[in-house]
């Protein structure tokens, strides 16, 4: 058996890539920051949540499909922007994209892609753009642009990282970006020949070491080396204004990501953005901040049908996006439940984690006794 066939859940996933990867890597994708207090609270959150279901509907025939800006799908998910899909698995953002392409779902291509906007464009499918504002506004507004001509539909704003986390664990296994070579290291890659000779090895013999694609010219060695200035380091004084901006020059879909209030998913509607992603970045920045799904039901209720609502970070069960669909979500973005499945088996191993979740969400729909996503809602759910 391979290991995706004996992956019967994500945790069975996770496990698979934890043997696969280097410590430093799979750390880098699996963990959070400082106590990871956050972390473990995004899934405690969720596990709080039970369904009180209903029985004898007509369920037997059910429907998990949703619309997204305008268009229908056959899941409520997309994949998650997420910048270290590239080390995971050689050209993992085009395997990503694949993946959605395959299951109907849009795939988020990251500003810090190890894989050109442009190449990923060609992967086929729904395709959104994640951007963090650089220190050089000019850098960021001109990505814009290749963004709009590679033919993307929707761009993702991340706007909750003023300043760098406090991941510890990365000063204690040596992981960092840029990569720093260490005795540590070294021994650590050496006993993962498959991550060695599959991922990086291949890179080597085509062009060398990885580099961010994304970035301006003379900016795209910020794996394994600084860039020559920080011009292109995500700004810490990103504000409305920049919001505004980009909501001026960006004429379709602006979604903001990295929303935990009320009055702050109010404002990014006010200034015109169609979407807002509830999240706290996968519990990766901020340690003391509140669960996603905990904060959810005041952004809905407080957003109303002015824009899309999207929750992001601790999904790990179908059952994970019911409840986010009953508390007021439209769909979920899906992270590291797709990583793991990268990890494991590239875009094989991506669709095998989608294609989990989505089995379980059936089977949540038919034992809450809900025949489509529609019929979900907070009467079905309890607090322990």
């Known amino acids: 058996m391979t290991a995706l066939s004996r992956a019967y859940n994500i945790d069975d996933l996770r496990l698979a890539a934890k043997r696969r990867l280097p410590r430093g890597i799979f750390e880098y994708v699996d963990r959070g920051t400082e106590g990871e207090t956050s972390l473990k609270d995004n899934r405690a959150a969720f596990e709080r949540i039970r369904f009180l279901p209903r029985v004898l509907g007509e369920t037997a025939t059910r429907s998990l499909g949703t619309t997204l800006f305008g268009k229908t799908q056959l899941l409520p998910m997309a994949i998650a922007p997420m910048s270290p899909s590239g080390l995971?698995?050689?050209?993992?953002?085009?395997?990503?994209?694949?993946?959605?392409?395959?299951?109907?779902?849009?795939?988020?291509?990251?500003?810090?892609?190890?894989?050109?906007?442009?190449?990923?464009?060609?992967?086929?499918g729904r395709l959104w753009f994640q951007l963090y504002v650089w220190k050089d506004r000019r850098h960021?507004?001109?990505?814009?642009?290749?963004?709009?001509?590679?033919?993307?539909?929707?761009?993702?704003?991340?706007?909750?990282?003023?300043?760098?986390?406090?991941?510890?664990?990365?000063?204690?296994?040596?992981?960092?970006?840029?990569?720093?070579p260490s005795l540590r290291a070294g021994l650590d890659v050496l006993r993962h020949p498959r991550w060695l000779f599959g991922v990086l090895g291949r890179y080597v013999a085509q062009d060398g070491l990885p580099q961010t694609a994304n970035h301006p010219e003379g900016y795209r060695n910020a794996i394994f080396a600084e860039p020559p200035d920080d011009a292109t380091r995500i700004a810490p004084d990103t504000t409305w204004d920049d919001v505004r901006e980009i909501r001026r020059r960006w004429?379709?879909?602006?979604?903001?990501?990295?929303?935990?209030?009320?009055?702050?998913?109010?404002?990014?509607?006010?200034?015109?953005?169609?979407?807002?992603?509830?999240s706290n970045h996968g519990a990766r920045n901020f340690d003391s901040a509140i669960a996603s799904i905990d904060a959810l039901p005041a952004i809905a209720d407080a957003v109303g049908d002015r824009a899309t609502v999207l929750?992001?970070?601790?999904?790990?069960?179908?059952?994970?996006?019911?409840?986010?669909?009953?508390?007021?979500?439209?769909?979920?973005?899906?992270?590291?439940?797709?990583?793991?499945?990268?990890?494991?088996?590239?875009?094989?191993?991506?669709r095998h984690a989608l294609k989990l979740l989505a089995s379980e969400l059936d089977k949540t729909l038919g034992f809450a006794g809900c025949a489509n996503l529609g019929q979900l809602d907070r009467g079905l759910l309890v607090k322990r």
């Open 88 to 124: 995971l698995w050689h050209e993992g953002e085009l395997a990503l994209a694949r993946a959605a392409a395959a299951m109907g779902i849009p795939y988020t291509s990251p500003t810090e892609s190890m894989t050109a906007l442009e190449r990923v464009a060609g992967a086929g």
């Open 140 to 180: 960021a507004l001109a990505l814009l642009d290749r963004v709009d001509r590679a033919g993307y539909e929707a761009l993702i704003l991340t706007v909750d990282t003023a300043t760098i986390p406090n991941r510890e664990f990365n000063s204690r296994n040596g992981f960092a970006m840029p990569i720093r």
């Open 251 to 278: 004429k379709k879909p602006l979604i903001v990501k990295g929303i935990l209030r009320a009055e702050d998913a109010r404002k990014a509607v006010e200034l015109g953005c169609e979407g807002i992603v509830v």
């Open 311 to 350: 929750l992001d970070s601790g999904i790990r069960r179908g059952s994970d996006i019911a409840k986010a669909v009953a508390l007021g979500a439209k769909a979920v973005l899906v992270g590291r439940a797709a990583l793991y499945g990268l990890a494991v088996g590239g875009e094989a191993g991506a």
